[in-house]
T-cell receptor, first 115, second 114 residues
Framework: GAVVSQHPSRVICKSGTSVKIECRSLDFQATTMFWYRQFPKQSLMLMATSNEGSKATYEQGVEKDKFLINHASLTLSTLTVTSAHPEDSSFYIC???????????FGPGTRLTVL | AQSVTQLGSHVSVSEGALVLLRCNYSSSVPPYLFWYVQYPNQGLQLLLKYTTGATLVKGINGFEAEFKKSETSFHLTKPSAHMSDAAEYFCAVSPSGGYNKLIFGAGTRLAVHP
């Protein structure tokens, strides 16, 4: 399967700053990536579908201007949380879509804490 | 619209006992079905998946699941629990074909006691 990495694994920032999270597909050309957020003891909530070379498709209720997604290459998608606030604190997980029966391979996640 | 229901947010078993985690789905078309496991502060790892063919699917770490169309279920089982099985388990459904989304259930936290 695809090997997916995320950087950083943890980040703490001050309220009002922007944070960029990288998601890399190490051994698979990922035309489609997904971004999820997960609150403590809850399930994964899909935020957006990221397609290489085109604009991301955001789920209903997700602010596209707050969560900027860039998927400029087949190996890298980035999620930028702009003007972060404490309520943005969460666990952010990316995944690579393989097209193999809709199977997705997940990154290890990024824990964002906004003070 | 597709949805997934996992019955029981917490399941506790003794080491060596049977593990049964329940998953029911709703879908207007034959879906693909998945079970993922998540250890604390980590991403998700695929345990097994059903696409087509044999309805009893075997996965990693001794887990298996059976697709029952008549019951719209995809329950996860393991004959004998290990301490290392303690984790969060997610059932997910996706419509067949293409890079479709995964719809996750709420998750079941499995605790294994000695």
């Amino acid at each position: 399967g695809a090997v997916v990495s995320q950087h950083p694994s943890r980040v703490i920032c001050k309220s009002g700053t922007s944070v960029k999270i990288e998601c890399r597909s190490l051994d698979f050309q990922a035309t489609t990536m997904f971004w999820y957020r997960q609150f403590p003891k809850q399930s994964l909530m899909l935020m957006a579908t990221s397609n290489e070379g085109s604009k991301a498709t955001y789920e209903q209720g997700v602010e596209k201007d707050k969560f900027l997604i860039n998927h400029a290459s087949l190996t890298l998608s980035t999620l930028t949380v702009t003007s972060a606030h404490p309520e943005d604190s969460s666990f952010y997980i990316c995944s690579v879509g393989t097209g193999w029966n809709n199977e997705q391979f997940f990154g290890p996640g990024t824990r964002l804490t906004v003070l | 619209a597709q949805s997934v229901t996992q019955l029981g947010s917490h399941v506790s078993v003794s080491e060596g006992a049977l593990v049964l985690l329940r998953c029911n789905y709703s879908s207007s078309v034959p879906p693909y079905l998945f079970w993922y496991v998540q250890y604390p502060n980590q991403g998700l790892q695929l345990l097994l998946k059903y696409t087509t063919g044999a309805t009893l699917v075997k996965g990693i770490n001794g887990f298996e699941a059976e697709f029952k169309k008549s019951e719209t279920s995809f329950h996860l089982t393991k004959p004998s629990a290990h301490m290392s099985d303690a984790a969060e388990y997610f059932c997910a459904v996706s419509p067949s074909g293409g890079y479709n989304k995964l719809i996750f259930g709420a998750g079941t936290r499995l605790a294994v006691h000695p």
